[in-house]
Each structure stands twice: as structure tokens, then as C-alpha cells.
């Protein structure tokens, strides 16, 4: 099982960037359980953005709350965070989560830069 995370990039403050993350290998869409995004900025932990279970429901991180949207397409195994209102402090690297069956995976990083 791979996840491809792509949409990151620089942008300034105010502005909008879509995530997306793709899940692939042998696997069924209704095995996908949880899709979420973190971020972790230079020196700081890891920390959750938003999350998304299978049936659609969503929980977000204070910091981003209406923000940010996550959604997912399931028949393409896909999750995207759509991020409007940009701010500096949300520059870092995100990471995409699938809880696949029982196990969880994590894709690589894509940088997100907010300049003010």
C-alpha cells in the first residue's frame, strides 16, 4: 500500500491550496477507514489537521477550523484538505494517514509555505 500526497507549494497569506493523497496497491476502497492530515512544522511535534472516517464524518483541529476542509472520494481512494484563508503559522510539511484494515500508513510530506 502506497499513499501520494501532492498540492503543496508556496503561497501567500490569504490564499488557498488543495492537498490531495491517493491511496494505491492491492486494497478494496471499503477497507479504508480513517483519512487524515498532519503537519509538523521546523521544530515542532507532529500534530493532527483534520480527520475523516468512513462515513463521512469529520473532526478538525481548533487551529484550522473553518479554514480548512477535509473530504474524501472513496471509488478513487482519495483524500483532499482544501485550505483557504492561509495564514503563516500553517507553513510546514504535511502528511496524509490511512487506516487501512488495522494497520496505518503514511505518506510522504508535501511542503505547504505561507509567506506574509
Known amino acids: 500500500v502506497q499513499l501520494q500526497a501532492s498540492g503543496g507549494g508556496l503561497v501567500r497569506a490569504g490564499g488557498s491550496l488543495r492537498l490531495s493523497c491517493a491511496a494505491s496497491g492491492s486494497i478494496f476502497s471499503f477497507e479504508i477507514r480513517r483519512m487524515s492530515w498532519y503537519r509538523q512544522a521546523p521544530g515542532k511535534q507532529r500534530e493532527l489537521v483534520a480527520l475523516i472516517e468512513s462515513g463521512g464524518s469529520t473532526n478538525y483541529a481548533n487551529s484550522v477550523k473553518g479554514r480548512f476542509t477535509i473530504s474524501r472520494d472513496n471509488a478513487k481512494n482519495t483524500v483532499y484538505l482544501q485550505m483557504n484563508s492561509l495564514k503563516p503559522e500553517d507553513t510546514a510539511v504535511y502528511y496524509c494517514?490511512?487506516?487501512?484494515?488495522?494497520?496505518?500508513?503514511w505518506g510522504q510530506g508535501t511542503q505547504v509555505t505561507v509567506s506574509s
Open positions: 494517514h490511512a487506516v487501512i484494515t488495522t494497520a496505518g500508513y
